[in-house]
């Protein structure tokens, strides 16, 4: 989507994205995961939708879940 949300979640993304320790980042990111998860349940169950915070919201779901997929991969590479 390209709007000004959009825009700032990218920006948080990126910012949260690289704070922290790897561990740190892994907790962090799988928290805004499952909140965003529940945020989108919560809005696609909805009685009505609004289809722009449905797209957002599977959007960030979406993004978190990609980042949490490549801390996954740096943290069995990591050395103990």
Do not use: F
Request: aromatic share 8%; charged share 20%; hydrophobic share 40%.
């Amino acid at each position: 989507m390209h709007n000004g949300s959009g825009n700032r979640r990218w920006q948080y993304s990126a910012t949260s994205a690289a704070q922290g320790t790897l561990a740190e980042r892994w907790r962090r990111t799988t928290e805004q995961w499952l909140n965003a998860r529940a945020q989108y349940h919560q809005l696609s169950k909805s009685a009505t939708t609004d289809v722009a915070a449905l797209c957002n919201a599977a959007q960030r779901w979406h993004d978190l879940a990609i980042r949490r997929l490549a801390l996954a991969q740096a943290l069995e590479e990591a050395p103990n």
